[in-house]
């Protein structure tokens, strides 16, 4: 009985690498139709939505959005390997000192979440998120990364990607957002659905002087292979 126990769970973690390697690997070429979260959103919705959705590869996205949600979510995305150690020590650090607990996922994290994975916070659902991390850091180019993460994250309600996010904020296409409004949409990522990129609140607007801030000092930044 053991044995035939121990065999059913050997099999099953083989099938479930196999599964999401070829998962992983697929997405290397195939553009992400959608995510688990836009679905949950969807059924958890009371009312008719309509989800706003938009694939454009990265090459018409705006240098500014790019820049902007590095600056803001992760400064060390072109040198990690999907995790940021250094910000994970400060975020322990700040907690052990009272501090509030803070977040210190990678865009490379945020990605593996939003695209394999659910919302809710929970020890195995992290455990994965590390999984993918490590698999989408493998397969994938750091440009096809932050290229599925502009494309997939939520960027308002019911509003995924840049090119959604452009049309719904300021009315024109991600590729032609300048450095004003790349940061503004930048700014709401934390919490998308509570915060405005436009017009912006007091809170909003002082995340976006910092984030125009760090992409002045930031320095020079390509994506490009």
Request: net charge positive; glycine share 4%.
């Amino acid at each position: 009985m053991f044995k035939k126990v121990f065999r059913f769970i050997y099999k099953s973690i083989l099938a479930f690498m196999l599964i999401s390697v070829l998962w992983v690997l697929a997405y290397k070429w195939i553009n992400v139709p959608a995510t688990p979260l836009m679905i949950i959103r969807k059924l958890q919705s009371t009312e008719e939505v309509t989800t706003r959705h938009q694939w454009v590869p990265i090459s018409k996205i705006s240098k500014n959005l790019k820049l902007a949600v590095v600056c803001s979510e992760d400064q060390h995305f072109l040198e990690h390997s999907g995790f940021d150690t250094e910000a994970i020590q400060k975020a322990i650090d700040d907690h052990k000192n009272g501090k509030k607990l803070r977040g210190a996922s990678t865009i490379s994290q945020q990605t593996a979440k939003n695209v394999f994975l659910w919302p809710q916070r929970s020890w195995i659902r992290k455990g994965l998120e590390s999984y993918f991390t490590f698999l989408i850091e493998l397969l994938w180019s750091k440009e096809r990364i932050l290229e599925i993460y502009l494309n997939s994250i939520e960027m308002g309600d019911h509003i995924y990607g840049a090119e959604a996010a452009a049309e719904f904020w300021f009315n024109k296409t991600s590729q032609n957002l300048n450095t004003d409004e790349a940061a503004a949409i930048a700014a709401i990522l934390p919490n998308p659905r509570k915060y405005l990129a436009y017009p912006p609140s007091s809170y909003i607007q002082h995340r976006k002087k910092w984030i125009l801030l760090q992409m002045r000092n930031f320095g020079p930044f390509s994506i490009s292979e």
